[in-house]
Structures are given as C-alpha cells and as structure tokens.
C-alpha cells in the first residue's frame, strides 16, 4: 500500500524514488499502513517497512557550543600539528577494540504476553546510550534497557502489553528519554509519547514517565520531530491542521502554525523553512525565526516547469534545491547568490547528515560516502576502505561523533574478502581510516559471529565503548 503524501514524504509529482535527507532532527510518523490484518497479531505492515519509510532522521551533532569555536581557532592556528596529535590520540582510544561482552534483546520471559510477534526475535533498528545505560529498540517495538555497571537487562521501556515503540529520543536537556509508541487500542493508527526521567528507569520505576502532547491527534500523516539543535520539538496535527512548536525542556508549546496549504517543514539552526505546495514555475517558501515563529522572508523560488523536485533543502541561510536531470542549486536566501553543482558532478543521494560546527555535509549513494562545502566543492572524494554494507543503509548504522570529526559506521570488509562486515571508524575531514574492527582480528567465533548481519552501530563517547546490534536481537560491546 502506497502512503498518501503526507509533509515530509515527497512532493506530489516526485517519483517513488524520493530520497529521505536528514538535517537537523529526529522525524517519526503516524503511519498509514499501521493495521493488524489478522487474529494471530502478526507484524504490523508498518513495521516490515523499510525505515526510511517509517521515519525521517534530520541528524546533527548539536550547536556551536563555546569549546567548539575555540576548536575551530586552535585547527587554524596549529594546523596540521594539531590534527597529528588529535589523530594520535584517537588512534590510541580506537586500537584493539574486541568484543567485552553480548546483551540480549530477547527475553522470552519477559515478552509482551498480547502481542504475537513480541514473543519472537526481530532484529534491532535503533541504539542509544547515556553513561552506563544502553536502549535497543527492536523492529518489533520491544525497548530493552542495558545497565553496563550490571551488565544486564533492567527493565523494558514498554509499558503495557499492546505498546509498539516506533522510536527512541535521548533528551539531554532534561536528561529523559521519550519514546514514540503506537498501541493496538486504536488499531496502531497514531502517535503517543512519553517522556520518563533516566534516574527513574535506572531503578525500574517506569510509572514515574508522563505523556506528551496530550492535545494532539498524531494520525497519518500526523509526526513528531525532535531538534536538539534548537531545543525544539515540532509535531503535526493533520486531523486539526495545525504544525506547533514545543520547548523541549519543558514540553510547553510555545507557538502554532496553521497548515495553510504548507507542504513542508525544514528546520535549520535558528530558523525554520515552511515550503508551500509548488506552483507552476516556482515555490513558495516562507522563512521563520524557530523561537517565535515570526516571518523573517518570503521567497518564491523558480523551478523548471515539468520537472520533478527531488528535494529541498536547508542549512543556516543556505538552500538547497534539486529537480530531476538539473543541476543542484544552492542558494543564499539573504544574498540570492546562487551556486551550482553539475548534475553529473553531483549524483541524488540516499541520504544527508548536516554537521553545523564544520558546516559541511554529507552525502551517502551507492555505499559511498562524500564530504561537500556549501560552496558546491566536494572535500573529500573517497573514504579509505570504506563502502557501507548496505548502499540503502539508514542512519542506524552510521554514527558522528559529538564534535563531528569521527563517523562510525558498518562497512563491507574488502581487504579480507570476508562476507561479514567490519565497524570503521574514520576521519571526516579527510577520509583517513583510523581503525576498524573486523573478523582479522580474532579467531573467536563469538567475535566472528558479532560481525554478521548488523542492523544498528552507536558509540558511547563517555565510556568510549561501540555497540553493534544485530538481526537476532542482540547487542554486541566493543572497547579496548
């Protein structure tokens, strides 16, 4: 069943090969397709969809913080000399990761008793880790809760039998986590979330959380999106028509927009972009301070008639645009100085990450990975051993650090030949691998075996540990 279009999806004419981009935060929608079609509680159809088509990932590693722009002064006065350190250092954290221990999912003892397919493994499609506590959402919708100072299970997010997690978000402002469900009362047809303090899931007292956005009917196309970027959260009400912005500290809601015709919402440091429904030879797009709302500029920017847009998109004042056998377009939306990018120079990707301290981005197609500035310039043109496992992998599998200078991902292990992947870590500035875990390392079958068909990779930066998790369910550590 093909999904209506929804804001977010595509625009009407695009083809059914629309990417899904990410910018700045963490999308998940109320799918249409969500329906049990029969008596035995199989899998939802939704969640057998791959997950660009469950939910928009718009990562970031967060603001400019003070520690950065100093960063950002001392690479331009040291140089190289500062990067060999740096490289240095991380070449050291990195060296001899094996495999410390394996973690379990699955726990039929524990499984949800109502709903069939919970009692059965399903691989993991989503990590997220604070301190010593490590989440791992299932394709099933069962949230299993690690503590690393037990090196256990604790405790799983679901709090009543019929809840399917969609989606996980680690709130930092408030030190939560917010987990997005959909529950078989209402046919799994809309989105409810809850926000429960980490101390509390710490000591197993689920009840303490609270739900969020109780005003809101989030039925398809209805979303949430979270910007930890603004410190923002963003839903959409297509029952009432209306988009609002939430304080993510808070939960309060500070302003509403009503739909008026609106096909997007793009949110960027600072500002968010309202793309309306294209004209003939152009489209609207209305720019807006993320604080208030307040219209900042209207733009209606020109398109190729009969063309299709394959997307849109917005970094700080910059946007970028794309129609079908055009040329990308990237353009200064306070200057209208325009820059573009050969379309045989720039092939559409799956997917973007936008890193806002080095103000670059990048690119994923066909398992490679490129690094472009925004002034249409390719950085880095190849990653040394690095092809990503899958060309169509979501971002589960690929990871940026904090200070947006290291990605780990899961790649295809070419030097061995080997049919298991290796996890890599790399440098972003220039493509230079810095280490890698692969099967070469050990002869340890658990280690072999950890290496084999991984659905989701996520790095601890405080305990400086990798969890890799795989498509039986479980969750595989990684240090030195």
């Known amino acids: ?61 967060g603001m400019p913080s003070p520690s950065s722009v100093s960063r950002k002064l001392l690479r331009r006065e040291l140089g190289e000399s500062m990067y060999s350190e740096t490289a240095c250092f991380a070449k050291h954290r990195f060296k001899n990761m094996t495999l ?7 726990d039929p003892d524990t499984m949800l008793p109502s709903l069939a397919w919970s009692r059965s493994r399903s691989k993991v499609i989503e990590i997220t880790s604070c301190n010593d506590l490590v989440f791992a959402l299932t394709l099933h919708g069962v949230c299993a809760v690690f503590s690393r100072e037990l090196n256990k299970c604790i405790c799983f997010m679901n709090i009543s039998d019929d809840e399917v997690i969609r989606s996980l978000f680690l709130n930092k402002v408030n030190e939560s986590l917010i987990t997005v469900s959909v529950f078989r009362k209402d046919d799994f047809s809309s989105l409810h979330c809850r926000s429960t303090p980490l101390s509390q899931i710490r000591m197993n007292y689920l009840k303490s959380g609270f739900r969020l956005f109780t005003s809101e009917c989030l039925r398809w196309p209805g979303f949430v999106e ?27 809601c500070l302003y509403t927009i009503h739909h008026d015709r609106i096909h997007e919402v793009k949110i960027s440091p600072g500002l968010m972009l309202l793309i309306h429904e294209r004209q003939d030879m152009h489209v609207p797009i209305r720019i807006c301070d993320i604080e208030t709302g307040e219209k900042l500029q209207d733009i209606d920017h020109l398109v190729r008639r009969n063309r299709k847009i394959e997307f849109i998109e917005q970094f700080h004042d910059k946007l970028l645009v794309k129609q079908v056998h055009e040329n ?34 990048l690119t994923f197609e066909q398992g490679r990975v490129n690094v472009w500035n925004f002034k249409g310039e390719r950085v880095v043109t190849e990653f040394d051993d690095h092809v990503l496992y899958r060309s169509d992998a979501s971002n589960s599998l690929i990871y940026v650090t904090q200070k947006q200078d290291i990605i780990v991902s899961y790649c295809q292990n070419e030097s061995s030949g080997c049919s298991h992947g290796s996890i ?15 099967c070469e390392r050990s002869e340890d079958s658990k280690h072999i075996g950890a290496l084999e068909d991984v659905s989701a990779v996520q790095y601890n930066e405080e305990r400086s540990e990798i969890y890799s998790g795989t498509k039986d369910g479980k969750i595989h550590v990684w240090s030195n």
């Open 328 to 361: 990308l377009q990237i353009v200064n939306v306070r200057t209208r100085e325009r820059t573009e990018v050969e379309r045989s120079h720039f092939l559409t990707p799956n997917s973007f990450i936008f890193l806002h301290e080095s103000e670059i981005f």
């Open 100 to 106: 410390q221990t394996t973690m379990d999912a699955h």
């Open 226 to 252: 979270f910007d930890d970027v603004n410190g923002k959260i963003l839903t959409f009400s297509a029952v009432h028509q209306k988009y609002k912005v939430w304080d993510l500290r808070t939960y309060r």
């Open 1 to 61: 069943m093909k999904p209506p279009t929804a804001p977010g999806s595509s625009f009407p004419d695009v083809s059914s090969s629309v990417i899904t981009p990410t910018t700045t935060g963490k999308r998940t929608y109320a799918d249409a397709a969500v329906r049990c079609t029969s008596s035995n509680d199989i899998l939802p159809p939704s969640l057998q969809l791959p997950a660009s088509l469950r939910k928009r990932h718009r990562r970031s590693a």
């Open 424 to 438: 890599n870590l790399s440098w972003i500035a220039n493509g230079k691998l810095i280490e890698k875990i692969s």
